[in-house]
């Protein structure tokens, strides 16, 4: 796997982890590392972890008596020690930061040591996490959640208090409208995976409307239009048995679906704008949502049947077209 760190911080590295520099030395190698490390993406941080200790020269597990009193003159070296081998030194590291969170990454060191092998450093952690994880600014803790908060579930060692303390900071109502305002805008990046994994706490339920008709990216409003027309969010919780044949003891693995329902209603005419839409993707949900959604009050599913009934795109023609046969069979009226 390629090198995560760039060369230039090798040696800068290497004069921190030594804990023998002078104060204003270490303030200043400090602020250049933690504006270089800005610039990696949250989700590297737990790979980024072994070559920060590697570089720093921190092979061994003992606590280093120079970092603890350099830590003691220059709390932002925390953000450093954090990675250190030694709990105690992480523990120590946790209880000294005293700024914000100024970056994602800086937010992913936080959440690596939430989910700490060592009980105190996980502890200290949470102290750490409700000091400085900042609801204005909002970018440091809404680029986390776009950015890895998804990886975090695969998390073992944290339980369900350390998980809240991060869970409640993105819920945040300023960290909430600038993931939106992301979400909205921005045209890269695994923006339709993050969504998907937001979806799962109804932090966002409240920009959905705006997400299903006014995303650059037709995924987000695919996302959004699917879950305003179910009226829920679904997600895979795991994976579960499911028997083919019992007899011959034969079984599948199957997703295990986990579904919460939204908070806000379908907007009026969602459906008819989705089969309407230029995006293929929007017109595959208006179809699936003819055969399988729930129906809302005021919609019109035959006008939208129609419409997808001349579609393009043989799937959701077929769709349609199958829908309204089976409208006319059961004798229902094509105006439900």
């Known amino acids: 796997m390629a090198a995560l760190l760039p060369p230039g911080l090798i040696p800068l590295l290497a004069r921190l982890g030594r804990g023998d520099l002078p104060?204003?030395?270490?303030?200043?190698d400090m602020a250049a590392l933690r504006a270089a490390l800005s610039l990696i993406p949250p989700d590297r941080a737990?790979?980024?972890?072994?070559?920060?200790?590697?570089?720093?020269?921190?092979?061994?597990?003992?606590?280093?008596?120079?970092?603890?009193?350099?830590?003691?003159?220059?709390p932002e070296l925390g953000w450093l020690l954090l990675f250190h081998p030694d709990g105690h030194l992480r523990e120590r590291a946790a209880g000294a930061i005293t700024d914000s969170a100024a970056t994602p990454f800086e937010v992913a060191a936080i959440?690596?040591?939430l989910n700490d092998w060592a009980a105190p450093v996980r502890?200290?952690?949470?102290?750490?996490?409700?000091?400085?994880?900042p609801e204005e600014p909002a970018a440091p803790v809404a680029g986390f959640a776009l950015g890895a908060l998804r990886h975090t579930r695969e998390w073992g060692r944290w339980g369900a208090v350390e998980r809240a303390v991060l869970e409640r900071a993105i819920a945040r109502p300023l960290v909430a409208d600038h993931i939106a305002a992301r979400l909205m805008q921005n045209r890269s990046g695994p923006l339709g995976t993050a969504l998907h994994d937001l979806m799962r706490s109804p932090v966002l339920d409240r920009h959905l409307p705006a997400l299903a008709r006014g995303a650059a990216r037709p995924d987000i409003r695919a996302l959004a239009t699917e879950a305003l027309l179910r009226g829920e969010a679904r997600w895979r919780a795991g994976w579960r048995r499911e028997w083919i044949d019992r007899v011959f003891n034969l079984a599948r693995r199957a997703p295990d679906i986990a579904r919460r329902p939204l908070t806000v209603p379908a907007p009026?005419?969602?459906?008819?704008?989705?089969?309407?839409?230029?995006?293929l993707m929007l017109r595959k949900v208006a179809a699936r949502h003819l055969e399988?959604?729930?129906?809302?009050?005021?919609?019109?599913?035959?006008?939208?049947?129609?419409?997808?009934?001349?579609?393009?795109?043989?799937?959701?023609?077929?769709r349609a077209r199958r829908w309204l046969s089976e409208a006319t069979a059961d004798g229902s009226s094509p105006a439900i």
């Not at 072994?50 to 603890?68: I, K, M, S, T, V």
């Not at 502890?123 to 994880?133: I, N, S």
């Open 292 to 318: 399988t959604g729930p129906a809302h009050p005021g919609e019109d599913r035959a006008a939208a049947a129609r419409v997808l009934a001349e579609d393009p795109n043989p799937a959701v023609r077929e």
């Open 23 to 28: 104060e204003a030395a270490t303030r200043a």
């Open 123 to 133: 502890d200290a952690a949470r102290g750490l996490a409700l000091r400085a994880l």
């Open 111 to 113: 959440a690596l040591r």
């Open 268 to 279: 009026e005419g969602l459906l008819a704008e989705a089969a309407g839409a230029r995006a």
């Open 46 to 74: 737990p790979v980024l972890e072994r070559e920060l200790r590697a570089a720093a020269g921190w092979w061994a597990r003992d606590a280093d008596q120079g970092l603890a009193r350099a830590l003691g003159c220059v």
